[in-house]
């Protein structure tokens, strides 16, 4: 973090940035108030005053992660074609990567927090109703087939969310470190493509041969 543009910020902005940035770095469990307090270039008596705890911090983080995927969200179900579609994959990846040390570690992290425990379990429970609405509009407009059996585009939200938030944590347990947006991306559409119908299919083909990064 640069001492310019700390200066141009609240103490609360520079604290939130300064544990981010640590977090991410170093695990949370490894940042202690003392290395925030540094890092931001405020006392600790000074951070005290804005939050009790590094779990205060932690809360505020996750209320904001949270946040930002509601709006990402929100933003392509309107209209959830595939382009909608690829680029709300797409864009949640640079999330994720903003906020990795809670995708790593989200078990450890929940576990210790009950006031994140519960807000989470909240957020999954809307994220996957939003993507089970996403399944139906694209069965509705003939490019994915209807729901098969009664469930199945629920438990296909649920693979999507978790084969999206844990995906890091895989690819570090396969011991692949360098994460790459396009192995992300492949790996969600494989969870879609046997449910495309030849229409489907088509839009799909289209939409990786068509640049459209000008939308970002």
């Known amino acids: 973090v640069g001492m310019f543009s700390l200066k141009m910020k609240s103490n609360r902005d520079k604290i939130l940035e300064s544990a981010l940035m640590l977090f991410n770095r170093d695990g949370f469990v490894n940042v202690r108030l003392q290395h925030i307090a540094d890092e931001a270039v405020v006392s600790v008596g000074n951070l005290a005053y804005h939050f009790p705890n590094k779990d205060a911090i932690l809360l505020t983080i996750y209320e904001e992660l949270a946040r930002r995927q ?37 078990l450890e992290l929940i576990r210790a927090n009950t006031a994140i425990a519960e807000a989470h379990r909240q957020h999954i429970s809307w994220q996957v109703a939003q993507l089970k609405a996403m399944y139906d509009f694209n069965a509705a407009r003939g490019a994915m087939v209807a729901e098969p059996r009664e469930g199945l585009f629920e438990q296909l939200a649920l693979h999507f969310w978790t084969a999206s938030d844990f995906w890091f944590t895989r690819e570090l347990a396969r011991g692949n470190p360098e994460f790459e947006e396009q192995a992300y991306r492949s790996a969600l559409w494989a969870l879609l493509l046997p449910y495309f119908t030849e229409m489907g299919m088509r839009e799909y083909g289209q939409m990786l041969q068509s640049p459209y990064d000008f939308f970002f």
């Open 70 to 106: 509601k709006e990402l969200l929100a933003e392509y179900k309107v209209v959830p074609l595939f382009d909608n579609i690829d680029r709300l994959i797409r864009r949640t990846f640079r999330l994720q990567q903003d906020y990795i040390f809670f995708y790593l570690d989200t």
